[in-house]
Structures are given as structure tokens and as C-alpha cells.
């Protein structure tokens, strides 16, 4: 067994294991992907404030996000097809964020179902929902949630249409695997993942086939899902899909003040500053460095969540010390579920939790709630002077 140390660790691992064809389609961004980089390197480009002499005994990382508990400030973010990175890939994630105490969000384009992860765990989770043109099929998936006891609606709107990423259609992307010449030579190599998976509850759209009619196996779905995406989402939909879910609503994908602000007044309980990981608008601003003129334009009206390139505790720290009250982590859990299943998710949230704490009390602070600006060097010119 290796010793695991850090998030690259499991990425590596991780690469080994799962089929090329999801390890590629987490590990993208779209286009040039100078987005999907600099989420992650514009982290680079803030410094921790080094403080001694300061009573770091009875720390915690504990706090709330939507006024809910969580053992730290880092949820589990929506990630799409989890059960084909690992079987059951969505309950093994969902199981783990249970223990560790973080929100678990499932997406809509999950390979288990809803009802399959309310069913395996025993605490509300967040439910992601993508807006279809089939508004019966949308609102029959909000009623499910509520069903489901889910405590959170976390509705993203930086997806209408699709980004491209070159090598998921070079490499022909598809749940399950169709089986052409140069996958079925990959799949050879991954004979664990083969043998788990033919264990798996499922192995395609869980949220979708057997829910919408005429959709019953993946090559349907395809076509199904590129004409369903609802182009015609605007603030006004969003409004309504607030008032028909009842709950708490956290609106994701949002990049810019004026956004920020629209977002606010349709009533969010909280916003997720994100550019979807980098795979959307390639050459959009990294969500670290767009965090601050959205927290300048929003101030305490609304919780201000972040996520997109966060690899370790100290991204996280920096996060909230820029200000977010809360952060997510979409690649980082992917990597720990496909190297190791359940407890590489599991790894993943102690090795961020213990670098997030560490730093932390290395900063002189010990509760998450004393984090700050004063904690951050930030570069006169991190923002950037735009015309
Ligand atoms: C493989 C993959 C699939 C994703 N699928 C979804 C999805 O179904 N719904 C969604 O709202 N966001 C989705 N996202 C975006 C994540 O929720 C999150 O915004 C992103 O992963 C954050 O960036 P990070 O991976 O650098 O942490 C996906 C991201 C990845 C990497």
C-alpha cells in the first residue's frame, strides 16, 4: 500500500485504475484550458502571513455552510458520471462525506439515482440540478429530491450548452464504455475496475433512464441530453424553480458582480463563485481571482461560495481567508474515489482537513471564523486592471 501524502498521490494512483476515457474526461478543460490551469495556479499567486507565538491549542475547522453543520468548510462538488470513475462511485462519495461530516452534492447527470443515495446514507444531501426544456421531467426531478430529504438545491447555470473538451470526443465518451478497438485494449489494463463495475448498481444516467420516456439505454441518452440542456434559462426560471423547490437554493457558476447581484435578488441563500472547473468558457477569469469583486459587490447579503482548481488545504484557506464562507472540491474527491473507492474520498478529506488545520494554526488562527484578509499577501495587482 502506498503512502499517501497529498492529493497528487491519489491522482496518480487514480490514473493507473480508472478506464482513459473518464480519467480524461475529469482531467480536461475546456479548449486551450488557460482556464482550467490558472484556477489552480492563480492559488500560486497569494501568500500565507507566517505568525509565531500564538496559542494554537483547542483548534477546529468546524462551522456551517447554509446554516448547516460541516466538520470543515469543503463540500463535495456535483460531478457527473462519479459512478463510472468507480462503481457506485456516487454512494461511495456520498458515504464518505456522510462520516466525515461535509455536504455531499449529486448531480443530476449522476450514475446513481437520487433515491439510490438517499437509500445508502442516512443524512440529508445536496441534490444539482441541471434545467431541461422537459419542464415536467425537471420538476418531477425537484419533487424527488424533496423525497429524498434533500437539504440543499444547488441549481447551476454556467452549463445551458456544452464546452468543448477535445478528448471526450476523441475519445468517444460514453456511460457505460462503447466498446470500440482502442477501448476495449484500455479496459484490458484495468481489469479491477472491469470486475467492480460488473458488480455496480448501475452503469448509466440513474437520475434519467427508466424517468423520462423513450430514454432507456446510453445511446439514446446522448442524443437526449444534447437536445435537453434548456438554453432558455434565465433569471426569471430561476426564480420559479426556487419557489417550486421550497428550500434552500445555491446558485453555481457565477463569475461576475453583476451576476453576483442578480443572483442575490432572486433570493439565494448562497452563491458558488465557479467557472465549472475550467471546462466551460475557456479564457474565463480563474474563480480565485474573481472571488473579490464578487464579494465587494454582494458583502454579507449572500453566503459566498467558491470552487474550481482547489488541491489542498491551503487552497482552501486562502478561499476563506479571501473571504468565501464556504469551498468545494470536484477533481480532488474524484481522484481519491478512482484510485480507492469509498476511502480514497475518505483520504482525500483527512489530507485536506490536516492541511487546512495545519496551516491554519501556522497563520496564528485557530477557528475558521477568525480567518481574514489579514492572514493573505495579495499582489496590488491580483484583480487586475481591466478596460
Ligand atoms: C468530471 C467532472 C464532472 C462534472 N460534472 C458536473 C455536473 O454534473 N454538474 C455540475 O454542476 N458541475 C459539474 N462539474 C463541476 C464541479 O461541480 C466543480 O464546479 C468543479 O469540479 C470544481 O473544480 P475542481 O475540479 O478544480 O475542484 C464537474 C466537474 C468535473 C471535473
Known amino acids: 500500500m502506498p503512502v499517501i501524502t497529498n492529493i497528487e498521490d491519489l491522482k496518480r494512483i487514480y490514473k ?65 458520471l462519479t459512478g463510472m470513475q468507480h462503481a457506485d462511485g456516487e454512494i461511495k462519495a456520498a458515504r464518505a462525506a456522510e462520516k466525515f461530516g461535509v455536504p455531499f452534492t449529486l448531480s443530476t447527470m449522476s450514475i446513481n439515482s437520487i433515491e439510490d443515495v438517499a437509500e445508502a446514507t442516512t443524512k440529508p444531501f445536496w441534490f444539482q440540478l441541471y434545467t431541461m426544456k422537459d419542464q415536467d421531467f425537471v420538476s418531477r426531478l425537484i419533487q424527488r429530491a424533496k423525497a429524498a430529504n434533500c437539504s440543499a438545491l444547488v441549481i447551476t447555470l454556467d452549463l445551458q450548452i456544452l464546452g468543448q473538451r477535445h478528448k471526450d470526443l476523441k475519445n468517444g465518451l460514453s456511460a457505460p464504455p462503447k466498446l470500440t478497438p482502442s477501448t476495449i485494449a484500455n479496459l484490458m489494463t484495468k481489469w479491477t475496475w472491469g470486475l467492480q463495475m460488473l458488480g455496480a448498481k448501475r452503469r448509466n444516467f440513474g437520475n434519467i ?32 424553480i426556487k419557489e417550486e423547490w421550497g428550500g434552500p437554493v445555491i446558485l453555481k457558476g457565477i463569475l461576475d458582480a ?123 495587482d491580483f484583480e487586475g486592471r481591466w478596460q
Not at 31 to 48: A, G, P
Not at 307 to 332: E, P, W
Open 16 to 80: 493507473r485504475r480508472a478506464p482513459r476515457m473518464f480519467y480524461d474526461y475529469a482531467e480536461s478543460g475546456s479548449w486551450t484550458e488557460q482556464t482550467f490551469r490558472e484556477n489552480c495556479s492563480d492559488f500560486d499567486q497569494l501568500y500565507l502571513r507566517q505568525r509565531v507565538a500564538v496559542d494554537m491549542s483547542g483548534r477546529s475547522t468546524a462551522t456551517q455552510m447554509i446554516g448547516q453543520d460541516v466538520s470543515m468548510p469543503v463540500a463535495l462538488a456535483p460531478v457527473g
Open 209 to 240: 433512464v427508466g424517468h423520462v420516456e423513450g430514454v432507456s439505454d446510453a445511446a439514446n441518452l446522448g442524443a437526449w441530453t444534447a437536445e435537453q440542456f434548456d438554453p432558455t434559462l434565465d433569471w426569471g426560471k430561476i426564480a420559479k
Open 258 to 380: 453583476e451576476d453576483a447581484k442578480m443572483a442575490m435578488s432572486v433570493g439565494a441563500d448562497a452563491i458558488v463563485v465557479s467557472n465549472h472547473g475550467g471546462r466551460q468558457l475557456d479564457g474565463a477569469m480563474s474563480s480565485i481571482k474573481a472571488l473579490p469583486s464578487i464579494l465587494d459587490a454582494v458583502g454579507d447579503q449572500v453566503e459566498v461560495h467558491l470552487d474550481s482548481g482547489i488541491r489542498s488545504g491551503q487552497d482552501v484557506l486562502k478561499a476563506l481567508a479571501m473571504g468565501a464562507k464556504g469551498t468545494y472540491i470536484g477533481r480532488a474527491f474524484v481522484y481519491g474515489l478512482g484510485a480507492m473507492g469509498e476511502a480514497g474520498v475518505t483520504k482525500a478529506l483527512e489530507v485536506i482537513h490536516k492541511e487546512l488545520d495545519t496551516s491554519m494554526a501556522l497563520c496564528g488562527r485557530r477557528r475558521v471564523d477568525e480567518l481574514d484578509r489579514d492572514i493573505l499577501l495579495i499582489p496590488e
